[in-house]
Nanobody
């Protein structure tokens, strides 16, 4: 049973940067896709970014493209580097693992517990 643990969230000011980490226990198959999603209060969970483990192919939502970067490191850690944060980025951020190269949350079957990111002056 795979487990994902996120960390790195916190309270920052607009324009600041933050790095989220997601450590996966157990093996990540080379074809796995690691996704980042977020959920703001009163809103549905939305796709942020994804990375396919073996090809390093990435995909970003329009709202974060150019500001956020997803990457990975050995053995099984995925990062989300967030730059130029705005109050609209405030949400609980979740790491997820799936198989399909997909921005839909339903295609991910393992999820972390989430880490809170708050952007406020």
């Amino acid at each position: 049973q795979a487990q994902l643990v996120e960390s790195g969230g916190g309270l920052v000011q607009p324009g600041d940067s933050l790095r989220l980490s997601c450590v996966a226990s157990g093996r990540i198959y080379s074809s796995a896709v690691m996704g980042w999603f977020r959920q703001a209060p009163g809103k549905e969970r939305e796709f942020v970014a994804l990375l396919r483990w073996n090809t390093l192919r990435t995909l970003y939502s329009d709202s974060v493209k150019g500001r956020f970067t997803v990457s990975r490191d050995s053995p099984y850690t995925v990062y989300l580097d967030m730059n130029n944060l705005t109050p609209e980025d405030t949400a609980v951020y979740y790491c997820a693992r799936g198989i399909q190269y997909s921005s839909s949350a339903k295609d991910y079957n393992y999820w972390g517990q989430g880490t809170q990111v708050t952007v406020s002056s």
